[in-house]
T-cell receptor, first 114, second 112 residues
Framework: DAGVTQSPTHLIKTRGQQVTLRCSPKSGHDTVSWYQQALGQGPQFIFQYYEEEERQRGNFPDRFSGHQFPNYSSELNVNALLLGDSALYLC?????????????FGSGTRLTVV | GENVEQHPSTLSVQEGDSAVIKCTYSDSASNYFPWYKQELGKRPQLIIDIRSNVGEKKDQRIAVTLNKTAKHFSLHITETQPEDSAVYFCAASYTGGFKTIFGAGTRLFVKA
């Protein structure tokens, strides 16, 4: 049973560039949430996708955008990268329509902006 | 706004001792409180959770307690082992809400 898979695992980008991160949720899950985890900090909510739509967004600028595909996989796009965007980006999958249950996290994409 | 405060930020214990991590949440609508363990370089993993209709939950050496009136919840690890060394995150969310708010984490060191 595949868990949550994210790609790439590591990425180095130059300030001002654009990046796309990918996530495939755990089998049976239909909801994908994206989190940013800076070094030594807790994960910060970016947004959540369900039924191919953004359901809720955290306190992140419009440079952060996303998409969910019919197979429930998701992409996170970040435009005009800043040095401060360097972080571990975690994808978490869950099953909607039920009471809250914990997330299944992917291993993350480590983004370094230079 | 919604916030989850967690302390201590670092905790060092001797193998076999107990460890306690405490969290406070701000949103009174919160009714689900998961705890995650993140080992170095690995993904956060759910280790235990508690819902607001329960005051305490136990799973082998770990237990969580919840005080809804005070908006406090805690993680208790007994008989700690070196493999318990990791960063632990508390979190809070609510039914009908879509985001989970995480604390800043507690780095637990268990000395052999």
């Amino acid at each position: 049973d595949a868990g949550v898979t994210q790609s790439p695992t590591h990425l180095i980008k130059t300030r001002g560039q654009q990046v796309t991160l990918r996530c495939s949720p755990k089998s049976g899950h239909d909801t994908v949430s994206w989190y940013q985890q800076a070094l030594g900090q807790g994960p910060q909510f970016i947004f959540q996708y369900y039924e191919e739509e953004e359901r809720q967004r955290g306190n992140f600028p419009d440079r952060f955008s996303g998409h969910q595909f019919p197979n429930y996989s998701s992409e996170l796009n970040v435009n005009a990268l800043l040095l401060g965007d360097s972080a571990l980006y975690l994808c978490a999958s869950s099953l909607a329509g039920t009471a809250n249950y914990g997330y299944t996290f992917g291993s993350g994409t480590r983004l370094t902006v230079v | 706004g919604e916030n989850v405060e967690q302390h201590p930020s670092t905790l060092s214990v001797q193998e076999g001792d107990s460890a306690v991590i405490k969290c406070t949440y701000s949103d009174s609508a919160s009714n689900y409180f998961p705890w995650y363990k993140q080992e170095l370089g690995k993904r956060p993993q759910l280790i235990i959770d508690i819902r607001s209709n329960v005051g305490e939950k136990k799973d082998q050496r770990i237990a969580v307690t919840l005080n809804k009136t005070a908006k406090h919840f805690s993680l208790h690890i007994t008989e700690t082992q070196p493999e318990d060394s990791a960063v632990y995150f508390c979190a809070a969310s609510y039914t009908g809400g879509f985001k989970t708010i995480f604390g800043a984490g507690t780095r637990l060191f268990v000395k052999a």
